[in-house]
């Protein structure tokens, strides 16, 4: 799995998988995880990362991977979005939340990114085409460590979002960072792997990362979901204790 991540672009990776995910989805079948977004179960999870390999972490038939399915349980058991009518924006849409997405009825669900083939718009997070607080809901999940300018991207999804709307943004945080580390003068692909774990990420993100959020606007905070699962869910779903990063717009 790693060899492929590094050998070829994301857009060209989601395109393919779409034609091979359902014999995927038929080889891996079994009993010992299930993925809780779309409830399949099998055999075995897969692998996944571009430096540090996690085993069992990427779901073969949907691939969803462990803060996907956090995501979905976060959204399903704790809150009331996927039942009511809203406005939602998805930044990077992630193929095992599209379909879900599309099909509720009651959203009016927009899709954006720069190089995805599921966006319906192509996008600069900084600079966004959207008319300002309108959005009740804003999905950005791992897309914020990619961007330099990631204060103005921040301030974007700010605009556009409606006074007392949401905004959902998991990043990879660091937990044993007080602050978060970047430096712009690392641009090779290789050093940005060592650095900072994947060839296009461009900081690693400390605790100090909701008072980015805070900074633009947001009221920001960490939730511990994870905490309110069972160590059999846990398990089942493959899911690890991370936070969920959910601000407010004031």
């Known amino acids: 799995m790693r060899l492929l991540l590094n050998l070829f672009p994301r857009p060209w990776l989601i395109k393919f998988s ?41 779901c073969p038939g949907t691939l969803s991977l462990e803060r996907h399915r956090l995501l979905w349980l976060y959204l399903e058991r704790e809150t009331n979005f996927l039942k ?48 300002e607080s309108y959005y009740d809901l804003i999905l950005c ?19 556009v979002l409606k006074k007392g709307g949401t905004l959902i943004a998991q990043v990879p945080i660091d937990k044993k960072l007080e602050t978060t580390f970047e430096d712009n003068s690392i641009i090779d692909p290789n050093e940005r792997s060592r650095i900072f774990g994947q060839y296009d990420h461009v900081r690693i993100y400390g605790n100090d990362f909701f008072s980015f959020l805070d900074q633009v606007g947001f009221k920001s905070e960490g939730i511990l979901f994870a905490d309110k699962l069972t160590e059999v869910e846990i398990k089942k779903y493959s899911i690890h204790k991370e936070i969920i990063p959910v601000a407010i717009k004031k």
């Open 141 to 159: 999940n791992h897309v914020l460590e990619h961007i330099p300018d990631h204060i103005q991207a921040m301030s974007e999804l700010y605009r």
């Open 18 to 58: 779409i034609w091979f995910r359902p014999l995927i989805k038929l080889y891996f079948k079994g009993s010992r995880f299930t993925d809780p977004i779309d409830g399949s179960s099998y055999r075995k999870f897969l692998p996944y990362g571009y430096q540090n390999i996690r085993q069992n972490a990427l």
């Open 84 to 131: 009511q009518p809203l406005n939602v924006l998805h930044i990077a849409p992630e193929q095992v939340f599209y379909k879900k997405f599309k099909f509720l009825k009651h959203w009016k669900y927009i899709t954006a990114d720069l190089y995805s083939p599921l966006a319906d718009v192509k996008v600069d997070i900084c600079k966004l085409p959207f008319e």
